[in-house]
């Protein structure tokens, strides 16, 4: 007798774990849906470069992070407008990603190996100021 009824209370147990996995499963979808619209995250900080071909070559690196839908960098303010995902990347991904392209970032220095193989017109100089007439960097002089 007490056979058949653990039985039961197994069968009953898996029918209800089956069910709360559906509902589950419902409700993440619904969440995924809402944190796509709100989650897109504006960013601008400083990125040297000298001209047009350091621009695509910055904009590819930023556009290389998934999670980043538009990079934008300004040659004459040397800075670059980013907007991203932060579900999938992060402020320092970006960062990162540019860097390891040879361009100096507000937080990460190029790497030395990219920087080297940039064209000539493009090997910047590494005391360039950055993010002008952005927010004050006066700090670091
Ligand atoms: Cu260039």
Redesign the pocket.
């Known amino acids: 007798m007490k056979k058949v009824i653990l039985s039961v209370v197994a069968i009953a147990a898996l029918g209800l774990t089956s069910c709360k996995n559906e509902t589950k499963k419902v409700e993440d979808t619904t969440k995924t849906e809402v944190s796509k619209e709100i989650a897109m995250t504006d960013l601008s900080f400083g990125v040297r470069?000298?001209?047009?071909?350091?621009?695509s070559?910055i904009e590819k690196a930023a556009n290389s992070v998934e999670g980043v839908v538009s990079a934008n960098w300004d040659v004459d303010k040397k800075k670059i407008d980013v907007s991203f995902d932060d579900t999938k990347t992060d402020a320092m991904a970006i960062h990162k990603a540019i860097a390891a392209s040879g361009y100096d970032t507000e937080k990460v220095i190029g790497s030395e190996e990219a920087y080297k193989d940039?064209?000539g017109?493009?090997q910047?100089d590494h005391e360039m100021m950055m993010n002008q007439s952005g927010e004050m960097k006066s700090d670091t002089h």
């Open positions: 470069g000298n001209c047009g071909m350091c621009k070559t940039l064209p017109c493009c910047y």
